[in-house]
């Protein structure tokens, strides 16, 4: 549902997103997976396929590097400890941190709080989507790495732009950048996004990304 501002409120019809599955992942599938730079989840499919494709790279591809991350988004349900274990990087935004965690997320000091719960149930690295206030990334035991928005044009539309954020982040991650360098790119791709209406439409192509990314002053 899309606001006058550009917000939105999302509504899910799982279908066969949630009920299309057989008992398992297909081997073919999980040998896809085997081979990945980046496993990025989302949790619109149930909880359970995310952790059989989690687990495939619990032990040869961990120590190979892979990383395992997961976007919050999707069904308004507690994340199972299970898959939050297997994840490297987990991605929520401020109103789906507090969800999982019960705790307020209003001030950045809480925001900070809440992802050290999220560390003690297993996650490394905390993602946080803050929207006009940017992003941040708790690491365990290290400082916060904050990033402010990239000014948009202008807002029309916000759907996808946490997905944007969060696939653009991978990509960077994927193709050995540091993280820093990985939260610019994916915020630079977040303020392409929003200008164009629709999910799948607004997700802007490379070569746009990297221009603005030349076009602003590095913060």
Known sequence: MLMPDGQNSIIIVGGANMEGWAAGVEPEDLELIRKAGVLLLQREIPDWVNVQAAQVLASAAKSAGVPVIM??????????????????????????????????????????????????????????????QGSALF?????PIRQPIIPATEVIDTTGAGDTFTSAFAVALVEGKPKTECMRFAAAAASLCVPVKGAIPSMPARKSVIKLLETVQVE
Do not use: W, Y
């Open 71 to 132: 976007d919050a988004g999707g069904m308004d349900a507690p994340v199972p400890g299970e898959l939050l274990r297997l994840v490297d990087i987990f991605s929520p935004n401020e109103t789906e941190l507090a969800r999982l965690t019960g705790l307020p997320t209003e001030t950045f000091e809480q925001i900070s709080q809440t992802a050290g719960e999220c560390h003690k149930m297993g996650v490394k690295e905390v993602l946080v989507k803050l929207g006009s």
């Open 139 to 143: 690491v365990e035991g290290e400082e």
